[in-house]
């Protein structure tokens, strides 16, 4: 074999994967048709809009600049090639007090509004595609602060005595601190040894702000389900319950 036939062969085993993987889902991806609902199928018509509220763009910038995308995944995989339908609260709630069992596959209009799609890349913490619905679920009810949960999580991962073993860094280069004038600030996470309080920076609160806004649970056109036609609308009953890997 020639170098020059090394070197064709080369690149065209790398030119055929980058082609494969990253330009053609590009232009496919680039502009992407609305989905309509179907009468028959999803018993409603119109057009499946996602709607997501929150500082979306700035959070997701500061989402990936701090590397979290390296423990976490967005992504709910399809029933055929993984169990993400069982894990508890993943892909969205069982037992909804007003949907119902809201669980689902990600889509491509999961991640619109981002100039990226945060996939992931690991699995070390648990999938973040609903983390917003979840932090609710459990602090809400009990008129707990979902917001002020996650940013003391992201200040001190391990202080939670749930958690004493988080593999989560503490991002406390997000924070900053201030003297305490009168009362003491609200938002404060943390008071120091010298009396002054630890507040979240405008990158922690646009983070904060973000993972908030990860509900991806809403009801999508049939046509998008990766389910079996007798299973579409009862994902409850495509994967057996399996214990989530704690973050």
């Keep these: 074999m020639s170098f020059r036939q090394f070197a064709f062969g080369l690149t065209a085993s790398f030119g055929i994967a980058w082609l494969a993987i990253v330009i053609v889902p590009f232009f496919m991806m680039r502009h992407i048709k609305p989905v309509a609902f179907d009468e028959t199928a999803d018993g409603k018509e119109g057009v499946y809009h996602p709607k997501r509220t929150g500082r979306v763009i700035n959070g997701a910038e500061v989402y990936a600049a701090n590397g979290c995308y390296h423990c976490h995944s967005q992504l709910i995989r399809p029933t055929y090639a993984g169990n993400d339908l069982g894990r508890p609260d993943w892909a969205g709630l069982k037992a909804d007090e007003e949907r119902g069992d809201t669980r689902r596959e990600s889509n491509i209009f999961d991640y619109s509004g981002e100039k990226f799609a945060q996939i992931g890349q690991s699995r070390l913490g648990p999938d973040l595609s609903n983390v917003g619905r979840r932090v609710e679920k459990l602090y809400v009810k009990d008129g707990g602060d979902p917001k002020a949960w996650l940013l003391s ?3 001190d991962p391990r202080a939670n005595p749930e958690r004493p073993t988080s593999k989560c860094p503490s991002y406390r280069f ?3 601190t201030v003297e305490i004038e009168g009362q003491t600030p609200n938002d404060a996470v943390a008071i120091t040894k010298d009396g002054e309080a630890v507040v979240p920076g405008n990158q922690a609160l646009a983070l904060v702000d973000y993972l908030l ?18 299973q579409k609308g009862a994902p409850e009953k495509a994967a057996a319950p399996a214990a989530a890997p704690k973050g």
């Design 174 to 176: 997000l924070f900053d």
């Design 153 to 155: 999580h992201l200040y």
């Design 213 to 230: 806004s990860l509900k991806r649970d809403d009801t999508v056109p049939a046509s998008m389900s990766h389910l079996p036609p007798a």
